[in-house]
């Protein structure tokens, strides 16, 4: 996996090419023929943004590659990204009829390769409204559901500006998901596309620092989305937590991620050549976390996990890649502090059990496990920069924004809409996306009912 391991850490080469090489054209139309074509197609309805899956594999089968693109386009803005990274085991894929027999559709990589394909081979273009005049909107943050917000209110004329804090769009699909999993070049591009739609990207603005909500509202813009994620790490509350060497998964995958773009020294890397690695959690983010760590050869990386195996919330094939490229994992135990003196040098943990009713307990047994690197991959809860800065818009005791149905996705400020991770828990990029379909359904509702009213003079 490294496939150099140099002793100036600058020089280091990382094995972070994308592992799955995806379909040949050869073997993606084999594959799309193996479809059954059934009348009432569950994969379609395991989708969450119900993308039109027969459609687009009967398109492919037939080797209409432009046509098959097209009907994708339909309710996906990012194909190459979802057909990478979402979820297909427990969503589309899942629903297959012919996985009753263990055989079911690869139903992502044949998304991945259309879109790959198109993109190669400049089939087909986005195609721009002639004029973007159904009312202005800022979108404010670029991961997947403000990409996709943007890039449904511009296929409808409407004139969309996004706000990134960052240097270059794309949000978690840019900063948080492993080059090995997701190559930011695809993400760069997929945002070219949306871009071609005639959205304007305005990078490096911190809303609620160099301008308000409120302020874009007063330059004219009919609606405004918060798309930001989940910017905060949770911190486990446990001595050892401040010592230097336990690090959040969020900044280590974001600085992994700067550091093989060439944007910071690989120096800046806080994992090692030679570390001990325990990751905290048994997510997706912990998987990737753990998978970077032996990429960056790490000497041991273990996953601690205060439940069993078979209750990981992490997808079951980023469990078991992890597991086959080396990482190990300590099962029902759960930290009970960091140690160490001016560094971090070891983990003590402590093993947990279940009771007669089901109650994770603690068996009173401990156990000091020496540590180089803790990596914490618990979860992440929203900022509040913007809200703070803005006038009227609410959250629940746990800062995420409330929203209501009608327009779906407005907040309590009128014509602030929300959406995604700020919203609900954090989930996953296709469940962001399906989400942020209905706010932009939402707000073009209501921009449309505002702009009426003013002309009726009662805006």
């Given amino acids: 996996m490294?496939?150099?391991?140099?002793?100036?850490?600058?020089?280091?080469?990382?094995?972070?090419?994308?592992?799955?090489?995806?379909?040949?054209?050869?073997?993606?139309?084999?594959?799309a023929k193996r479809c059954l074509r059934c009348p009432k197609p569950a994969c379609r309805s395991g989708c969450p943004i119900?993308?039109?899956?027969?459609?687009?594999?009967?398109?492919?089968?037939?080797?209409?590659?432009?046509?098959?693109?097209?009907?994708?386009?339909?309710?996906?803005?990012?194909?190459?990204?979802?057909g990478r990274v979402c979820a297909h085991e427990k969503q589309c894929e899942s629903y297959c009829v012919?996985?009753?027999?263990?055989?079911?559709?690869?139903i992502g990589k044949l998304e991945r390769f259309i879109a790959d394909f198109d993109a190669e081979m400049d089939i087909t273009e986005p195609t721009a409204c002639p004029v973007l005049n159904k009312g202005k909107v800022a979108v404010i943050g670029s991961g997947p559901a403000g990409l996709t917000v943007a890039g449904d209110l511009a296929k409808q004329c409407f004139d969309v500006t996004v706000f990134e804090a960052q240097e270059e769009p794309g949000g978690v699909?840019?900063?948080?998901?492993?080059?090995?999993?997701?190559?930011?070049e695809v993400v760069r591009r997929e945002i070219a596309r949306i871009e071609n739609l005639g959205v304007t990207f305005r990078n490096k603005v911190v809303i609620g620092q160099e301008i308000t909500v409120d302020q874009l509202f007063a330059e004219g813009y009919d609606a405004v989305f918060l798309g930001t994620g989940t910017a905060l790490p949770k911190r486990m509350d446990i001595p050892g937590n401040e010592l230097p060497g336990v690090i959040q998964a969020a900044y280590f995958l974001r600085v992994v991620s700067?550091?093989?773009?060439?944007?910071?020294?690989?120096?800046?890397?806080?994992?090692?050549?030679?570390?001990k690695v325990f990751v905290i959690g048994a997510g997706n983010v912990a998987m990737d976390a753990a998978r970077t760590a032996l990429r960056l050869g790490a000497s041991k990386v273990t996953v601690v996990y205060r439940r069993g195996e078979s209750e990981i919330t992490a997808l079951r094939s980023e469990y078991e890649d992890a597991k086959a490229e080396g990482?190990?994992?300590?099962?029902?135990?759960?930290?009970?502090?960091?140690?160490?003196?001016?560094?971090?040098s070891a983990i003590e943990v402590?093993?947990?059990?279940?009771?007669?009713?089901?109650?994770?307990?603690?068996?009173?047994?401990?156990?000091?496990?020496?540590?180089?690197?803790?990596?914490?991959?618990?979860?992440?809860?929203?900022?509040?920069?913007?809200?703070?800065?803005?006038?009227?818009?609410?959250?629940?005791?746990?800062?995420?924004?409330?929203?209501?149905?009608?327009?779906?996705?407005?907040?309590?400020?009128?014509?602030?809409?929300?959406?995604?991770d700020v919203v609900h828990e954090p989930a996953t990029v296709v469940l962001a996306m399906r989400e942020a379909k209905k706010v932009a359904s939402g707000i073009a509702m209501y921009v449309e009912a505002k702009k009426l009213l003013e002309e009726c003079g009662e805006g």
Wanted: with cysteine.
């Fill in 327 to 344: 990482v190990s994992f300590l099962w029902m135990s759960s930290p009970v502090q960091f140690i160490g003196e001016e560094i971090l």
């Fill in 350 to 420: 402590e093993h947990t059990t279940f009771d007669s009713e089901g109650h994770l307990v603690s068996t009173g047994q401990r156990e000091t496990l020496p540590a180089d690197k803790i990596v914490l991959a618990i979860g992440q809860r929203p900022a509040a920069r913007i809200i703070t800065s803005t006038g009227g818009i609410e959250v629940d005791r746990n800062g995420y924004v409330i929203t209501r149905e009608r327009p779906y996705g407005m907040t309590t400020r009128r014509g602030a809409f929300a959406g995604g």
């Fill in 98 to 106: 012919l996985n009753k027999k263990g055989q079911g559709i690869k």
């Fill in 50 to 82: 119900e993308n039109e899956i027969p459609q687009f594999i009967e398109a492919l089968a037939k080797g209409n590659i432009g046509e098959a693109s097209a009907i994708i386009a339909q309710r996906s803005n990012l194909p190459a990204v979802c």
């Fill in 173 to 184: 699909l840019m900063y948080g998901i492993p080059d090995f999993r997701l190559n930011k």
């Fill in 258 to 275: 700067l550091a093989n773009a060439g944007k910071v020294s690989h120096r800046e890397i806080p994992i090692s050549i030679g570390d």
């Fill in 2 to 31: 490294i496939i150099d391991k140099g002793s100036d850490f600058d020089t280091v080469e990382l094995s972070f090419e994308e592992i799955d090489k995806g379909y040949t054209p050869r073997q993606a139309v084999a594959e």
